[in-house]
């Protein structure tokens, strides 16, 4: 479950076969795809909250993403991440504990807010957009459903900012009815990040355990 609230951070869309009154919803997601890809950096931040299908809600947390292109670096109250486009690094604050591993292409498809952002591309139907008013902005809702069954979502439904075509929400919509929101409370386009942002410093860690899963 951890890996869902990370995952939308920056999340989140998805799409191959789609109807004709669905253009505009894909439109505007190669908008928001386009500007995020071309980003020299975005720094965002986020609230998080899990979702029984009753509704009761939990586990909410806020976070901070540093991103450029395939590279990122997301914190939370609970695990950092770091990932330099090879290697990641998740620290786990409870245990004081870090893996190191290479993820599969899958796998960094988790977590990753540049190809969770390009989901939409490949094996997801696209509703017709909804035009609403959310968090005081003007945003087009879209909501995506899995072509299989197999996916790890049921429904992906994104709001996008539709004078800035940023994120303003994510909501995933688990298999079993579970929903992870994520707000966008923060979003700024405007950051030059160094390498070393996306690299785990043991320095700064000196008592850290370090588990290497390479």
């Known amino acids: 479950m951890k890996k869902y609230i990370l995952t939308a951070t920056a999340l989140l869309f998805a ?9 505009n919803a894909r439109a505007m997601l190669d908008k928001a795809y386009a500007a995020y890809e071309a980003s020299s950096g975005i720094r965002l931040s986020f609230q998080s909250v899990t979702l ?3 509704g009761t809600e939990y586990m909410s947390q806020t976070g901070i993403a540093s991103i450029r292109a395939n590279k990122f670096k997301i914190e939370t109250e609970s695990v950092d991440i770091w990932f330099d486009g090879e290697t990641q690094w998740v620290f786990m ?22 190809a969770l952002l390009g989901m939409y591309k490949n094996g997801y139907t696209l509703k017709a957009p909804l035009f609403k008013t959310l968090n005081g902005k ?14 790890d979502f049921k429904a992906v439904s994104v709001a996008i900012d539709k004078n800035t075509n940023t994120l303003v929400q994510v909501i995933l919509t688990m ?17 030059r990040f160094d390498d070393a942002v996306f690299r785990f410093d043991k320095s700064s860690y000196p008592s850290v355990e370090m588990i290497d899963l390479r």
């Open 52 to 54: 029984e299908p009753d």
């Open 93 to 114: 604050k409870d245990v004081n504990e870090v893996n190191i591993s290479n993820p599969t292409g899958q796998e960094i498809a988790a977590i990753s807010p540049l």
């Open 175 to 191: 298999n079993n009815g579970m929903k992870n929101k994520i707000d966008i409370t923060r979003y700024n386009a405007n950051h």
């Open 15 to 23: 799409l191959a076969i789609f109807p004709q009154n669905s253009s």
């Open 138 to 151: 003007n945003v087009q809702w879209i909501e995506m459903v899995p072509v299989t069954s197999n996916r």
